[in-house]
């Protein structure tokens, strides 16, 4: 059994990711995606669809890059 890297919980159907060269080890997709998704610069919430991305700042929508000076971002619905 492993560790979740987030809550401690030792859980016989962890898992593990591998991104960056590096492992992480998670219990859950929550605890997953508290650790590794990326933050909105502008409302902070967890960006766990596509969001939009420009200078190298994530953003969870067009809306929020718009607000923060990257008026070129559009949503693609």
């Known amino acids: 059994m ?8 030792e859980y016989d159907m962890s898992f593990e990711v591998h991104a960056q060269g590096a492992v992480h080890v998670f219990d859950s997709l929550e605890c997953m995606a508290q650790r590794m998704a990326p933050i909105c610069e502008n409302c902070s919430c967890r960006i766990l669809g ?7 700042r994530f953003f969870c929508c067009a809306h929020c890059a718009r607000v923060q000076g990257h008026a070129q971002l559009v949503d693609h619905a």
């Open 50 to 56: 596509h969001g939009v991305q420009s200078d190298g």
């Open 2 to 9: 492993a560790v979740c890297e987030v809550c401690s919980n």
